[in-house]
């Protein structure tokens, strides 16, 4: 186990010494995993559930981590979170027995062991013969629901188990702004999958936070728009990265664009929803658009680019669906093509839908992963929101093709740390970087750094996708 150390920090197991090197052994050690479950997962900030998922008073679902069950509940008074256990004798008053949801407003959440009754409140409002227990036994924190910290945010509810740890919005801060600017909080989920990996959560989340890997994971990415991941990561880098093939006209780059977007929304959707792929199809046609476009051909995609946005937003908002203007938003609160909120929440965005990753470990070398595509409806519409997550294995052929090429590397990536003489992950210090710094922000929980560092420094990883090792300043 940890121990303290004499300036009041603990010692970290496999520390991150150097920001280019991570070590193997935190991939699989035990005792490194024991640490995570102390020190990480009671005082980080949680996605706990998608409020879609309980849009009426009364409505509840149960939230399952690293050994702890919370119940979400959609009260009167706002969002409210309980330690999922009866207060007579510990068992679980919801979920379980393969139903996590559904809605207490009429009965209230009933104990299966003895029949102790709460209200969605967390107020026991029923104990069977109370002339049975002493006076002292029946005092309202004896017997009311735990409360849990709960925050909402980017339509989700977030929870904490740490009552002293920074809000919500102190610890990923101004990207929250930037991400209900895009009305995230509007999204409403389209599918949801799950799947369990052979493999450390750590390891499936590193996998999306840089595109290094898209040449030989995606390659039919790369295949359709070269000179933009070359321009990337095959040679230095420049100030404006090359979006077209210049030996090609205008309308053959378009075309190349509209090649890639199918590519990237094969069976994502909510990466690049189909609906926007149809109406960036309809504006192929460059030369009857009634645009002059520029002649520097990198310009002239720029421009279109901007002409399929706002199309996007005018043709969505005029079906009623709450998508914002995307060439204003994109210039005033940009996000990036990943986005992640720590500890295990992912956001891809490219333009008004989104898809989204969670991923929470179940030991040290295994981990549930969700997908979800998210998208606008309109307003004025009911949608049936998918209530529980349908279950594939890792390398079911109906995943996605994105996804299928990240889960058929990522079992394999967890076999060779183990390999004899593999001691460190060797880290691209410019491209890199968000793995980095995901491990040393980790170790500072596992330290023990103050809880207003850990803050700013979960703060930095917000646009470092693809991003450089910055300093964390603790």
């Known amino acids: 186990m940890l121990k303290s150390a004499d300036g009041g920090l603990r010692a970290v197991p496999f520390p991150v ?21 102390d020190h990480v997962w009671p005082h980080s900030w949680q996605m706990a559930t998608r409020l879609d998922r309980i849009p009426e008073v009364g409505d509840w679902v149960e939230y399952q981590n690293v050994g702890q069950s919370v119940i979400i509940v959609n009260t009167d008074s706002g969002v409210k979170a309980f330690f999922n256990s009866c207060r007579h004798r510990g068992v679980p008053i919801a979920g379980g027995k393969g139903n996590d949801h559904g809605n207490c407003k009429a009965v209230g959440f009933v104990c299966p062991f003895h029949g102790w009754r709460y209200d969605m409140d967390g107020k026991n409002t029923f104990v069977y013969g109370k002339h049975l227990f002493s006076d002292r036994q029946l005092g309202s ?37 930037r991400l209900e600017a895009h009305n995230v909080h509007k999204l409403k989920a389209e599918w949801w999958v799950g799947t369990v990996l052979p493999a450390n959560w750590k390891i499936a989340m590193e996998a999306f936070m840089e595109g290094y890997h898209v040449m ?36 053959e780059n378009v075309d190349d664009q509209l090649e890639s977007m199918l590519r990237l929304s094969d069976g994502m959707d909510g990466m690049l929803h189909k609906k926007e792929l149809e109406i960036a199809r309809g504006l192929a046609d460059v030369d009857n658009l009634g645009v002059e476009f520029p002649e520097d051909k990198n310009m002239a995609i720029m421009m279109w680019l901007g002409i399929v946005q706002d199309q996007i937003t005018k043709q969505l908002q005029a079906r009623g669906e709450p998508v914002p203007d995307l060439n204003t938003v994109c210039q005033t609160d940009p996000v990036n093509a990943v986005e992640f909120l720590f500890p295990h929440y992912f956001l891809l965005p490219y333009f008004s839908s989104f898809s989204a ?105 917000a646009g470092n996708f693809d991003g450089v090792i910055k300093d964390l300043e603790f």
């Open 357 to 461: 990753y969670r991923i929470r470990p179940l030991g040290p070398e295994s981990c549930f992963f969700e997908l979800w595509s998210l998208t606008t409806y309109p307003e004025d519409t009911d949608h049936e929101v998918p209530m529980e997550p349908t279950m594939l294995p890792y390398d079911s052929e109906k995943f996605p093709p994105i996804p299928r090429q990240d889960y058929s590397n990522i079992p394999l990536n967890q076999i060779g740390l183990h390999a004899k003489g593999f001691e460190y992950m060797r880290l691209s210090k410019d491209v890199e970087g968000m793995v980095s710094n995901f491990h040393r922000l980790l170790d500072g929980y596992l330290a023990g750094v103050p809880a207003e560092k850990l803050a700013k420094a979960n703060q930095m990883l």
């Open 216 to 251: 030989t994971t995606h390659p039919q990415l790369q295949a359709v728009v070269p000179q933009l991941y070359d321009g990337m990561y095959k040679v230095p880098r420049k100030d404006q990265i090359e979006l077209v093939d210049q030996n090609k006209s205008l309308r």
């Open 141 to 177: 924190d004896d017997i009311n629901l735990i409360p849990c910290r709960v925050e909402t945010s980017i339509g989700c509810a977030w929870i904490n188990f740490d009552d002293d740890a920074p809000s919500l919005r102190d610890s990923i801060g101004p990207l929250l702004d």
């Open 17 to 37: 010494d150097d920001p280019e090197r991570i070590p193997a052994p935190r991939y699989y050690d035990t005792e490194f995993y024991q640490a995570e479950l």
